[in-house]
């Protein structure tokens, strides 16, 4: 056990953070609760921006023709607006038709994405002029690809207001509005696409329309805007994908019925990792973390997003009870470009996977104000306080957290899964049987229910219900037939057991389970039987070597066990425990000598082996001659 300081150890930092974190509470508590649902927020490539239907204008074709050569033939980032009025082309035109001319080259630059250009000609023009020669919807998406999302704004405002149905001109303000999170902002303008816009548009406005919906937390609302939008745009693999969200969170639908809906997503964009992360996520909030496995698999492989789906890659793996595959995803994004948000959040789990306490409380410390913070960022509190034993403060995160969050389930279960880990079963039952009553589809809220069950019967019944919603798992698997075997049905119990191993032959963790089983029930042949075909599958696995022998033991058939244990040792030369149990063997059968010289071999791999030295002293004799004889003879 390492040693702590006495001003750094876990419970002095833990008085620290708790204090720390409820003077946070002091005040009005209202987290920040934007949903890190990648499908909430993202658009797609075609939602993304709305462009023009070409550049129409006033001026003649061979004017515009000439303009648009002299734009294309200019590299880009040369193009002077004042360069264009000594052009004689301009300098023979008309002054209204130059002021046209300067219009339609602002607008053609900044449909090129040339936006520094673009904004030099359209600068020159007032408003009223832009707004005459229709560049104004052009000097707002040029502001905006600028990054000057402010004066953006204000120009989309001001357009939209002198061209109220210009349809591209509405949808633009809107999806800037949701970029900047301004939803309630958005709807309104999104409202108006809706009215001014028909076909594919009317469809994307639609769906647009749903996801601020969503984010505002009118998942009704949501749904039905996205069912509108496939009215038009049937085939939008990224509307389907919206609308699983929308039922999943609004949690008016079946978990069957969302997943259908992500399946007809991914069946219109097969390996689309915005919608494969959404179905991923939904398996995590529902507790079904052994199914969210594939989905995030295949996710995290998309460039797009790939640092928020990891993380949750990781954290799903982390409830399915795979620590070690979750470090190697922590490892992948430790090195991977991500933000600084993201990387507090890596660093955060990485200090939790490697038990590293003082470290987490120093997180924890730094970062306990929860209106700061993601719906992710909560759940990682509450995972940083379970691991400290600090389980009054997980509780008080886990509570704030909505029941439409992707996290709200999984953070429970955390909770009744640390009481139960630490012997408080009827605490940990409490919160278990209060999720199953809400969501009975979950193996692994059924499979700690049947653990914390206080009678075989009721252990029984959750087992079971475990088993049947995923019969593919192992340990569902061996869990019901370890929970059939105490309720007193050993037939059952091996019938399950030799049914999951027709579908997977050979599986250890099954086989060494039905050994267990007929061992417990006093069927040491069969039991032997087990444990040597394991044994033949894996030569080294020195638990079930120590097993098999045990057995042997109690059957009588020592040397039998002694074999055994030879062939272990010739494997594992350095395993003190065979060696152990290999002395203990030779002494019943009255092979002193033999006895004698493998707990020597013992004592020189541990000189303070107490059961070595024990046995070498009572082998030696009594006196203390015997005993100094014998020390020198084994001195290395």
């Given at each position: 056990?390492?040693?702590?300081?006495?001003?750094?150890?876990?419970?002095?930092?833990?008085?620290?953070?708790?204090?720390?974190?409820?003077?946070?509470?002091?005040?009005?508590?209202?987290?920040?609760?934007?949903?890190?649902?990648?499908?909430a927020?993202?658009?797609?490539?075609?939602?993304?921006?709305?462009?023009?239907?070409?550049?129409?204008?006033?001026?003649?074709?061979?004017?515009?023709?000439?303009?648009?050569?002299?734009?294309?033939?200019?590299?880009?980032?040369?193009?002077?607006?004042?360069?264009?009025?000594a052009?004689?082309?301009?300098?023979?035109?008309?002054q209204?038709?130059?002021r046209?001319?300067?219009?339609?080259?602002?607008?053609?630059?900044?449909?090129?994405?040339?936006?520094?250009?673009?904004?030099?000609?359209?600068?020159?023009?007032?408003?009223?002029?832009?707004?005459?020669?229709?560049?104004?919807?052009?000097?707002?998406?040029?502001?905006?690809?600028?990054?000057?999302?402010?004066?953006?704004?204000?120009?989309?405002?001001?357009?939209?207001?002198?061209?109220?149905?210009?349809?591209?001109?509405?949808?633009?303000?809107?999806?800037?509005?949701?970029?900047?999170?301004?939803?309630?902002?958005?709807?309104?303008?999104?409202?108006?696409?809706?009215?001014?816009?028909?076909?594919?548009?009317?469809?994307?406005?639609?769906?647009?329309?749903?996801i601020?919906?969503?984010?505002?937390?009118?998942?009704?609302?949501?749904?039905?805007a996205?069912?509108?939008?496939i009215?038009?745009?049937?085939?939008?693999?990224?509307?389907?994908?919206?609308?699983?969200?929308?039922?999943a969170?609004?949690?008016?639908?079946?978990?069957?019925?969302?997943?259908?809906?992500?399946e007809?997503?991914?069946?219109?964009?097969?390996?689309?990792?915005?919608?494969?992360?959404?179905?991923?996520?939904?398996?995590?909030?529902?507790?079904?973390?052994?199914?969210?496995?594939?989905?995030?698999?295949?996710?995290?492989?998309?460039?797009?997003?790939?640092?928020?789906?990891?993380?949750?890659?990781?954290?799903?793996?982390?409830?399915?009870?795979?620590?070690?595959?979750?470090?190697?995803?922590?490892?992948?994004?430790?090195?991977?470009?991500?933000?600084?948000?993201?990387?507090?959040?890596?660093?955060?789990?990485?200090?939790?996977?490697?038990?590293?306490t003082?470290?987490?409380?120093?997180?924890?410390?730094?970062?306990?104000?929860?209106?700061?913070?993601?719906?992710?960022?909560?759940?990682l509190?509450?995972?940083?306080?379970?691991?400290?034993?600090?389980?009054?403060?997980?509780?008080?995160?886990?509570?704030?957290?909505?029941?439409?969050?992707?996290?709200?389930?999984?953070?429970?279960?955390?909770?009744?899964?640390?009481?139960?880990?630490?012997?408080?079963?009827?605490?940990?039952?409490?919160?278990?049987?209060?999720?199953?009553?809400?969501?009975?589809?979950?193996?692994?809220?059924?499979?700690?229910?049947?653990?914390?069950?206080?009678?075989?019967?009721?252990?029984?019944?959750?087992h079971?219900?475990?088993?049947?919603?995923?019969?593919?798992?192992?340990?569902?698997?061996i869990?019901?037939?370890?929970?059939?075997?105490?309720?007193?049905?050993?037939?059952?119990?091996?019938?399950t057991?030799?049914?999951?191993?027709?579908?997977?032959?050979?599986?250890?963790?099954?086989?060494?389970?039905?050994?267990?089983?007929?061992?417990?029930?006093?069927?040491?042949?069969?039991?032997?039987?087990?444990?040597?075909?394991?044994?033949?599958?894996?030569?080294?696995?020195?638990?079930?070597?120590?097993?098999?022998?045990?057995?042997?033991?109690?059957?009588?058939?020592?040397?039998?066990?002694?074999?055994?244990?030879?062939?272990?040792?010739?494997?594992?030369?350095?395993?003190?425990?065979?060696?152990?149990?290999?002395?203990?063997?030779?002494?019943?059968?009255?092979?002193?000598?033999?006895?004698?010289?493998?707990?020597?071999?013992?004592?020189?791999?541990?000189?303070?082996?107490?059961?070595?030295?024990?046995?070498?002293?009572?082998?030696?004799?009594?006196?203390?001659?015997?005993?100094?004889?014998?020390?020198?003879?084994?001195?290395?």
């Open positions: 056990m390492h040693r702590k300081r006495t001003l750094t150890s876990a419970p002095v930092l833990s008085l620290a953070v708790i204090g720390f974190a409820a003077a946070a509470w002091g005040v009005e508590h209202q987290m920040r609760v934007n949903n890190e649902s990648l499908m927020f993202a658009l797609s490539s075609d939602d993304g921006r709305e462009f023009e239907a070409g550049l129409s204008s006033d001026l003649s074709e061979t004017v515009t023709a000439a303009l648009t050569q002299r734009v294309l033939s200019t590299p880009a980032g040369d193009f002077e607006a004042a360069s264009l009025q052009d004689a082309l301009f300098q023979t035109a008309p209204e038709r130059r046209a001319m300067v219009a339609f080259t602002g607008r053609l630059l900044s449909s090129r994405n040339r936006f520094e250009e673009a904004l030099a000609a359209l600068s020159v023009l007032s408003e009223a002029e832009r707004n005459r020669f229709n560049a104004s919807f052009a000097y707002a998406e040029t502001l905006k690809g600028l990054g000057d999302d402010a004066a953006a704004l204000a120009a989309f405002e001001r357009h939209v207001a002198a061209h109220p149905n210009h349809q591209a001109g509405h949808i633009n303000y809107a999806i800037l509005l949701m970029r900047l999170g301004r939803h309630a902002e958005a709807l309104p303008i999104l409202d108006r696409a809706v009215e001014i816009t028909s076909g594919g548009r009317k469809g994307k406005s639609l769906s647009l329309r749903g601020s919906l969503m984010e505002l937390g009118d998942f009704t609302g949501a749904e039905a996205f069912q509108q939008s009215e038009y745009r049937p085939g939008h693999a990224p509307t389907w994908g919206r609308l699983a969200t929308a039922q969170r609004g949690g008016a639908f079946s978990q069957a019925d969302v997943i259908a809906t992500f007809r997503a991914i069946a219109l964009a097969p390996g689309d990792g915005l919608i494969e992360s959404g179905l991923a996520q939904y398996y995590f909030s529902a507790g079904r973390f052994d199914e969210a496995l594939g989905p995030y698999r295949s996710a995290s492989r998309n460039a797009q997003h790939r640092g928020e789906v990891m993380i949750d890659r990781a954290l799903n793996l982390v409830l399915s009870e795979r620590p070690s595959a979750a470090r190697n995803v922590v490892r992948t994004l430790k090195a991977a470009n991500t933000t600084r948000a993201q990387d507090r959040q890596i660093d955060l789990l990485d200090d939790i996977l490697n038990r590293s003082s470290a987490v409380l120093r997180h924890l410390q730094a970062h306990a104000d929860a209106r700061q913070m993601t719906e992710r960022g909560v759940f509190q509450i995972l940083g306080h379970l691991e400290v034993g600090d389980i009054a403060m997980a509780q008080r995160y886990a509570a704030d957290l909505p029941a439409s969050s992707s996290y709200h389930q999984p953070a429970h279960f955390q909770i009744a899964r640390h009481h139960y880990r630490a012997a408080r079963a009827d605490a940990a039952r409490s919160i278990l049987s209060e999720l199953v009553a809400s969501n009975d589809q979950s193996p692994i809220f059924w499979l700690y229910l049947g653990r914390s069950e206080p009678t075989p019967e009721a252990a029984l019944i959750a079971r219900t475990a088993h049947e919603l995923l019969p593919t798992s192992g340990r569902m698997a869990e019901y037939a370890e929970a059939l075997n105490a309720a007193g049905r050993t037939a059952d119990a091996t019938a057991l030799f049914a999951f191993l027709d579908a997977q032959p050979n599986e250890p963790r099954a086989l060494r389970a039905l050994a267990r089983i007929h061992d417990a029930n006093q069927q040491l042949d069969r039991a032997e039987q087990i444990y040597r075909v394991i044994l033949d599958l894996n030569a080294e696995d020195a638990g079930v070597g120590r097993a098999l022998a045990d057995i042997q033991i109690r059957a009588g058939r020592l040397e039998a066990a002694l074999e055994t244990l030879d062939r272990l040792i010739e494997l594992q030369p350095a395993r003190i425990d065979i060696r152990e149990q290999r002395a203990d063997i030779l002494m019943t059968l009255g092979r002193s000598a033999d006895a004698r010289a493998e707990f020597e071999r013992i004592h020189r791999l541990d000189p303070d082996n107490a059961t070595a030295n024990a046995s070498l002293n009572a082998l030696a004799g009594s006196s203390p001659a015997g005993r100094m004889s014998f020390s020198r003879q084994v001195q290395p």
